[in-house]
């Protein structure tokens, strides 16, 4: 099994930054995609950003230009950094991974930005 451990969520003032970080552990043969999804109350997870093994990405609509990930393939590490923050990036975000072949999730550490 693979398991994800996200760290960096917290509360930040509209404006601001967060950089949140999340690590794949365990029995890993490989992983081809890294991301980030959120989920607001009474919404559906939607996604944030995805990067694969060779470093291309992709972004949601909302935020483009202000979100970046990354991501150390030999620390099996993915990074996402939120600049420009807004009330309503405010949300429980999860991280992802395509590892094995198979949809591994973390247990979701939550970001609120206050205005």
């Known amino acids: 099994q693979v398991q994800l451990v996200e760290s960096g969520g917290g509360l930040v003032q509209a404006g601001g930054s967060l950089r949140l970080s999340c690590a794949a552990s365990?029995?890993?043969?490989?992983?081809?995609?890294m991301g980030w999804y959120r989920q607001s109350p009474g919404k559906q997870r939607e996604l944030v950003a995805a990067?694969?093994?060779?470093?291309?990405?992709n972004y949601g609509d909302s935020v483009k230009g202000r979100f970046t990930i990354s991501r150390d393939n030999a620390k099996n590490v993915v990074y996402l950094q939120m600049d420009s923050l807004k009330p309503e990036d405010t949300a429980v975000y999860y991280c992802?991974?395509?590892?094995?072949?198979?949809?591994?999730w973390g247990q979701g550490t939550q970001v609120t930005v206050s205005s």
């Open positions: 992802y991974a395509d590892a094995n072949r198979g949809d591994y």
């Open positions: 365990g029995r890993i043969f490989s992983i081809n995609v």
């Open positions: 990067i694969t093994s060779g470093g291309r990405t």
